[in-house]
């Protein structure tokens, strides 16, 4: 079945750094996929998406390539900022009905 | 812009006791989804609607049941509530069913069973 395979977290890094947060996916057709991101108390927002395959999904500074080759959908962010503390889930939509998600990634930023 | 709108915010019950959760999409949204996520778990998919019939099922339990009005609201009904049932319930609304379509998310109703 459809699954989506993210990096365990929790992630700490320091203001300004560089972020990777992987995430792979299994799935039977084309899926369109997610990246939402749930900050403390709160539902979960959209991120960014991506469609179809080579599409780059990107919203407030991070971005997201569909790679159908490697069936990844690595979040990257250049800079990160303490606001950017929240948890990260990747998702995959492969049919009418629902969405699966990931385990979810906390990222945690330093001043 | 109108948000999925959800109620109670938080509610706290008894083992054994009754529970009742409400979601109201966003304007024109057909399809409204049923999401569980337990403390530090990943959302999961619960139970879905399209045009007020059920469309797709996941782990959703017997005693739980769902369904959408004709103003495409949808109420997620919780019976003999037990300890493991506390949890974070999101309902999502999107534009019928395409899987490309963005689910949008309401702020989620917290199910506390003591």
């Given amino acids: 079945g459809n699954s989506v395979t993210q990096m365990e977290g929790p992630v700490t890094l320091s203001e300004e750094a560089f972020l990777t947060i992987n995430c792979t996916y299994t799935a039977t057709g084309y899926p369109s996929l997610f990246w939402y991101v749930q900050y403390p108390g709160e539902g979960l927002q959209l991120l960014l998406k991506a469609t179809k395959a080579d599409d780059k999904g990107s919203n407030k500074g991070f971005e997201a390539t569909y790679r159908k080759e490697t069936t990844s959908f690595h979040l990257e962010k250049g800079s990160v900022q303490v606001s950017d503390s929240a948890v990260y889930f990747c998702a995959l939509s492969s049919s009418a009905s629902k969405i699966i998600f990931g385990s979810g990634t906390r990222l945690s930023i330093r001043p | ?114």
């Fill in chain 2, 1 to 114: 812009a109108a948000g999925v709108i959800q109620s109670p915010r938080h509610l706290i019950k008894e083992k054994r006791e009754t529970a009742t959760l409400k979601c109201y999409p966003i304007p024109r949204h057909d399809t409204v989804y049923w999401y569980q996520q337990g403390p530090g778990q990943d959302p999961q998919f619960l139970i879905s609607f399209y045009e007020k019939m059920q469309s797709d099922k996941g782990s959703i339990p017997d005693r739980f049941s769902a369904q959408q009005f004709s103003d495409y609201h949808s109420e997620l009904n919780m019976s003999s509530l037990e300890l493991g049932d506390s949890a974070l319930y999101f309902c999502a609304s999107s534009l019928d069913l395409s899987g490309a379509n963005v689910l949008t998310f309401g702020a989620g109703s917290r199910l506390t069973v003591l």
